[in-house]
């Protein structure tokens, strides 16, 4: 859910104010991390920083991984690595966990649609020959007399339940 500058200028003011950072979630039902990276915000960069989202910038695997060291070697708070670097705490928490998990940074995932494979047989667009030309028609006439067959056996039955019932058919 998106929170407008308003909203968040609102929280901060609130908690500074003298309101307990909890209270203010808890009464807001929003989560404390999310507040507590405002107030941080608001702290080192005033009102601008409210109005900013974090960046649209792309880490490669070893500013990821350096980043992640800070955190689990050094023992930098992940607020403080958020306000540093403009990150979302949960972009910083799904690192982790990739590298937790055993995956590995490195792998690069390619974003939209994946390539074609090479080794895949290509779609023909029309038969060839003639032969193959009556083949395909042939198909395509025996899926549809198999479908005439279930509509007439569906209908059939339909007139007969009408008949058990004492009912006309219709003439549609």
Not at 14 to 34: A, P, Q, Y
Not at 135 to 141: G, I, P, S, T
Request: aromatic share 6%.
């Amino acid at each position: 859910m998106k929170h407008y500058f308003e909203e968040k200028l609102d929280v901060v003011s609130e908690i500074i104010s003298g309101k307990g950072l909890e209270r203010v979630c808890r009464e807001r039902h929003l989560d404390r991390h999310m507040v507590h990276s405002w107030v941080l915000r608001y702290n080192t960069f005033g009102e601008e920083g409210l109005r900013q989202s974090t960046k649209g910038y792309y880490y490669s695997p070893s500013e990821k991984e350096r980043i992640i060291l800070e955190h689990v070697q050094n023992r930098v708070s992940l607020s403080l690595l958020c306000l540093r670097y403009g990150l979302a705490r949960s972009t910083i928490l799904s690192w982790m966990r990739k590298v937790r998990s055993g995956g590995s940074l490195y792998d690069v995932k390619r974003r939209g649609r994946p390539p074609k494979d090479p080794m895949a047989r290509p779609k023909k667009k029309e038969p060839q020959t003639e032969l193959e030309k009556l083949q395909a028609e042939n198909l395509r006439l025996r899926a549809e007399n198999a479908l005439l067959k279930k509509v007439k056996a569906l209908v059939e039955e339909q007139q007969a339940r009408a008949r058990l019932n004492g009912q006309k058919p219709s003439t549609d």
